[in-house]
């Protein structure tokens, strides 16, 4: 699209605008592709147009001619440059789609581990909370039965014969740790009873066969 800015140059110092133009279009045209890729080429004719327009208005200024605008409808490279970007855009295609499988397999192996990972550790605490509360109920249990027999006053012999018998129980039990009252301490002092018991048990007998012997 041009509009003539002054007749006389347009008359006398150009034979033949049209032709005239459109080979210098067409000389241009092959300067100005030619310092693109062929991607940037297909893909930006806009600035294709601008570029040429630039260029045939400073050369037709001289035939007294002002290029308005230049369209380039399309371009057609040839078969052999065709097939070549078909094979370069197929290539392209499969090399996304591979690294997108390759993207997807390893988000689901990461997702999978996490989840075995958190399987692991709810089991763990689980595990260790049931063993907890387990050793907390027995060592409730030790604490209810030594209350009880405290505020009966009981003998420290009985006391202390009781004791044992509540801990062989809880050696039986299933927890790791258990956890016995602080006031049990007195309790212990009373294991001395219990000696007391068997040297007077021991003695009773020593008794009985130095007497039948004599």
Known sequence: YFEATDPVKLVYNVADFYSAATKLAQTNLR???GEMELDEALTSREIINAKLRE???DATD???VR????????IDPPQDVTQAMHRQ?????EKRAAILEAEGDRQAKILAADGEAEAVRRVADAQRYKLEVEATGEGNAITTVFNAIKDAEPDDKLIAI???EA???VANGSASKVFLPYEASGV????????EIFQEQQGGDGASSNGTGG
């Not at 290029?67 to 399309?74: G, W």
């Open 55 to 57: 260029v045939l208005d």
């Open 31 to 33: 300067n100005v592709i």
């Open 89 to 93: 855009m197929k290539a392209e295609r």
């Open 67 to 74: 290029v308005v605008r230049v369209e380039i409808k399309r």
């Open 167 to 169: 801990l062989k129980v």
């Open 62 to 64: 001289k035939w007294g």
């Open 162 to 164: 009781q004791y044992l």
């Open 188 to 195: 212990l002092s009373a294991l001395g009873g219990i000696r």
